[in-house]
T-cell receptor, first 114, second 115 residues
Framework: GENVEQHPSTLSVQEGDSAVIKCTYSDSASNYFPWYKQELGKRPQLIID?????GEKKDQRIAVTLNKTAKHFSLHITETQPEDSAVYFC?????????????FGQGTELSVKP | DTGVSQDPRHKITKRGQNVTFRCDPI?????LYWYRQTLGQGPEFLTY????????KSRLLSDRFSAERPKGSFSTLEIQRTEQGDSAMYLC?????????????FGPGTRLTVL
């Protein structure tokens, strides 16, 4: 089955700096990679996703890149703001072609210091 | 609120007791997922339904766990003879359509504490 590894587990940056979170996956057939943000005490919320037919996707200050050869994908946040502080999870499909269950990484706790 | 809702939000129980949680998905979402999240970890898949059919259960799900979605709308997750290791946040998510990768919308979770 799919295995997702996420690094780093904690990340502290100054406001305005960039933050990068990296994930690797094991199943070369995986074709969908969402990123979720979970604020303290809140539910996970999708912030961006990428499918395997593209290498990069941007949405304002957030971008995700995908390297299928190396089986890794990364989340990039530019011009970080204090409200970006949260735990971020990457995910990949548990079974390609099945019901869409997700396998999550261990999470990265991002702290943006004003 | 038209999002995914879960009830109760918190449950404290004694070891050996049975507990039941409810999830109400977004209206007309035909896929419903249950995940478990422990402190400092990502959500871990438990089971999922397409309409009323339970199509997959994680091998991590012991026979003390059972889930239902009788009419293809709300779902319940029951844990029998709870153990301290069952303490976790139980998250429900729903998704629309039959496409493989549609956005999963999460509920606020039910936090279970087993004493």
């Amino acid at each position: 089955g799919e295995n997702v590894e996420q690094h780093p587990s904690t990340l502290s940056v100054q406001e305005g700096d960039s933050a990068v979170i990296k994930c690797t996956y094991s199943d070369s057939a995986s074709n969908y990679f969402p990123w979720y943000k979970q604020e303290l005490g809140k539910r996970p919320q999708l912030i961006i996703d990428i499918r395997s037919n593209v290498g990069e996707k941007k949405d304002q200050r957030i971008a995700v890149t995908l390297n299928k050869t190396a089986k890794h994908f990364s989340l990039h946040i530019t011009e970080t703001q204090p409200e970006d502080s949260a735990v971020y999870f990457c995910a990949a499909p548990g079974d390609v072609g099945q019901g869409g269950k997700l396998i999550f990484g261990q999470g990265t706790e991002l702290s943006v210091k004003p | 609120d038209t999002g995914v809702s879960q009830d109760p939000r918190h449950k404290i129980t004694k070891r050996g007791q049975n507990v039941t949680f409810r999830c109400d998905p977004i209206s007309e979402h035909n896929r419903l997922y249950w995940y478990r999240q422990t402190l400092g970890q990502g959500p871990e898949f438990l089971t999922y339904f397409q309409n009323e059919a339970q199509l997959e259960k994680s091998r991590l799900l012991s026979d003390r766990f059972s889930a239902e979605r009788p009419k293809g709308s709300f779902s319940t997750l029951e844990i029998q003879r709870t153990e301290q290791g069952d303490s976790a946040m139980y998250l429900c998510a729903s998704a629309a359509g039959t496409g493989q990768h549609n956005e999963q919308f999460f509920g606020p979770g039910t936090r279970l504490t087993v004493l």
